[in-house]
């Protein structure tokens, strides 16, 4: 229905005898190619809108995790580590991966699949979500864990570490990293693979897109949650601590 709809862009109506040899406008009639293009750009609305909840659970990685790691105990041995310098470890976690990737899980993949390019595009893609998925569950345990310490530590509401190690989040960035490789290799070549040849650069730039889009969806989805959380004066459930 909608590649039909579409389809009516190029289509040339009967002319008028006064309109004739009058020039066609571009805003009424478009060429084929254009209509075309429209379609597979449209097409691709789908895989972008995955991304941005992708790249909304990576801002968590910069903001509410570190807020987590405020509340928990930082202190190894006669060292104290600051919250946010645990994003280190989603550092190396692509470090780690990337090199892990290319040498040895597309190879494996190349072996098994058939594919040339190992994994493919739609695969690296699922991986990378599925990854991101992984990551939220880790830090979902991790506060369940953390809230269930604070209330049998009668902790709830005060501004203190809870006695659980901040070194527990480790997995989670890590985990995180991994996705990262994973969806960047998979965003990248999926636009690029499936954008028309006339609008390459512009689907890459939608997929740098997402990253704002996710930005802008994360805040919303605290936005809401600090609204229901804090009903009926409640410090709110960031705040239960």
């Given at each position: 229905?909608?590649?039909?709809?579409?389809?009516?862009?190029?289509?040339?109506?009967?002319?008028?005898?006064?309109?004739?040899?009058?020039?066609?406008?571009?805003?009424?009639?478009?060429?084929?190619?254009?209509?075309?293009?429209?379609?597979?750009?449209?097409?691709?609305?789908?895989?972008?809108?995955?991304?941005?909840?992708?790249?909304?659970?990576?801002?968590?990685?910069?903001?509410?995790?570190?807020?987590?790691?405020?509340?928990?105990?930082?202190?190894?041995?006669?060292?104290?580590?600051?919250?946010?310098?645990?994003?280190?470890?989603?550092?190396?976690?692509?470090?780690?991966?990337?090199?892990?990737?290319?040498?040895?899980?597309?190879?494996?993949?190349?072996?098994?699949?058939?594919?040339?390019?190992?994994?493919?595009?739609?695969?690296?893609?699922?991986?990378?979500?599925?990854?991101?998925?992984?990551?939220?569950?880790?830090?979902?345990?991790?506060?369940?864990?953390?809230?269930?310490?604070?209330?049998?530590?009668?902790?709830?509401?005060?501004?203190v570490p809870v006695p659980i190690s901040i070194l527990w989040q480790v997995p989670v960035y890590s985990v995180h990293?991994?996705?990262?490789?994973?969806?960047?290799?998979?965003?990248?070549?999926?636009?690029?693979?499936?954008?028309?040849?006339?609008?390459?650069?512009?689907?890459?730039?939608?997929?740098?897109?997402?990253?704002?889009?996710?930005?802008?969806?994360?805040?919303?989805?605290?936005?809401?949650?600090?609204?229901?959380?804090?009903?009926?004066?409640?410090?709110?459930?960031?705040?239960?601590?």
């Open positions: 229905m909608m590649s039909r709809f579409f389809d009516k862009a190029a289509i040339v109506s009967a002319p008028s005898d006064h309109k004739f040899t009058a020039p066609m406008s571009s805003w009424r009639l478009c060429t084929v190619t254009q209509a075309e293009e429209l379609k597979m750009l449209l097409q691709m609305y789908p895989v972008w809108l995955s991304f941005v909840t992708f790249y909304a659970v990576t801002v968590q990685m910069s903001s509410t995790l570190v807020e987590q790691g405020m509340f928990m105990d930082n202190h190894i041995g006669p060292f104290t580590i600051p919250p946010a310098s645990l994003s280190i470890f989603n550092v190396l976690s692509v470090l780690v991966w990337v090199p892990l990737y290319e040498a040895f899980l597309v190879p494996l993949a190349r072996r098994f699949m058939g594919n040339d390019k190992g994994f493919s595009r739609a695969q690296c893609l699922v991986i990378g979500l599925a990854l991101s998925i992984l990551a939220m569950v880790c830090a979902a345990l991790l506060e369940t864990r953390r809230l269930a310490i604070t209330g049998a530590n009668r902790l709830t509401y005060q501004s990293g991994a996705a990262k490789v994973f969806a960047s290799i998979g965003m990248a070549g999926f636009f690029y693979d499936h954008a028309p040849e006339t609008m390459k650069s512009l689907c890459a730039a939608l997929g740098q897109l997402t990253i704002a889009a996710g930005s802008y969806f994360n805040s919303l989805v605290l936005g809401v949650v600090a609204i229901a959380t804090t009903r009926g004066g409640s410090l709110g459930g960031s705040r239960t601590t």
